[in-house]
């Protein structure tokens, strides 16, 4: 009694965590797992037994999946990117330059799309853009576009939706870090003689980096596996990593395939974040040996 006293006790967040790491790890971690044990293990019936392989692993290195590949990734990286373009600006004025009694009304803004259904955002765009829609008849109507021209099944109208539905996903992470942001640095920096440019230069934007990481994180994971925006914003003309998981599982019914694919697509963005994250710490140690050579000081590379 007296341990579960002390448990209750001194691990109360642990507690509270503990229903959804149950949820996570039944719903999350072992489907994943049972994926893995689908993509390397296959049935053989003349042995009637099961055999370790690597042939739907070997399979996917070919040009074709590579080219998918590369164009899931390019697509996921423009996303980001213009996510970050778009975003950083609006989260520094809510943070910063916004003004406090409209600030709830706009987070909520902010916010309410992503209540919705992805497929209904997807949809609005596809009415929006098809060519009856208001946006190519306003277009039309300027004399910007010509009565051929189409705004649906190509890469921009993909890459629009794309955008529209994953731009909250970077303000908000960028703009709780930089509500946080101690405002007395500001001062500080300006009574050192310091402008608005180098402020933001050498204090507000290194400071709002953790918030740009987890957006950025936010923004490539699920872009680089997306099936429906493409689908249904870009027709059949663009293939995506998405687009080729789903035609393995429900179209071709190859289950160990599909499985290969999915680990494949779950890994790769994961080996991509930890090269990030060593190229960071590799540049961050040079830097501080640079700094440490200098001053003189002892030259301890990585701590």
Aim: proline share 5%; hydrophobic share 50%.
């Amino acid at each position: 009694m007296r341990l579960l006293n002390r448990i209750f006790s001194e691990e109360y967040p642990f507690v509270l965590s503990c229903p959804a790491l149950l949820w996570q790890f039944v719903f999350l971690y072992i489907p994943f797992a049972i994926l893995a044990i689908h993509s390397i293990v296959d049935y053989i019936p003349e042995i009637q037994s099961y055999v370790l392989t690597s042939v739907y692993y070997v399979q996917i290195f070919n040009s074709l999946y590579f080219k998918v590949i590369l164009r899931s990734f390019f697509l996921a990286v423009l996303t980001a990117f213009i996510c970050f373009l778009i975003a950083y600006p609006v989260a520094y004025y809510l943070a910063m330059r916004g003004p406090k009694k409209y600030k709830t009304f706009l987070l909520f803004s902010l916010i309410l799309p992503s209540w919705t259904s992805l497929i209904v955002q997807v949809y609005a765009w596809f009415f929006l853009l098809e060519k009856n829609g208001f946006v190519s008849r306003t277009l039309q109507a300027l004399k910007i576009i010509s009565p051929s021209f189409h705004l649906l099944n190509n890469y921009f109208s993909i890459l629009l939706g794309m955008v529209s539905c994953y731009l909250p996903f970077m303000i908000l992470p960028i703009y709780a870090v930089l509500e946080k942001m101690d405002k007395r640095l500001l001062e500080a920096s300006a009574d050192l003689g310091a402008d608005k440019y180098e402020t933001f230069k050498r204090i507000v934007f290194p400071l709002s980096l953790p918030g740009v990481y987890a957006g950025v994180l936010l923004v490539f994971i699920p872009s680089f596996g997306e099936f429906a925006i493409p689908t249904l914003l870009g027709g059949s003309k663009y293939i995506f990593w998405g687009n080729v998981i789903v035609d393995k599982f429900l179209r071709s019914r190859d289950w160990r395939s599909g499985a290969a694919l999915v680990i494949i697509g779950i890994m790769l963005p994961i080996f991509i974040m930890l090269v990030g994250y060593l190229v960071s710490k590799i540049r961050t140690a040079y830097q501080r040996a640079a700094y440490q050579q200098k001053t003189n000081g002892p030259k301890d590379y990585w701590t």
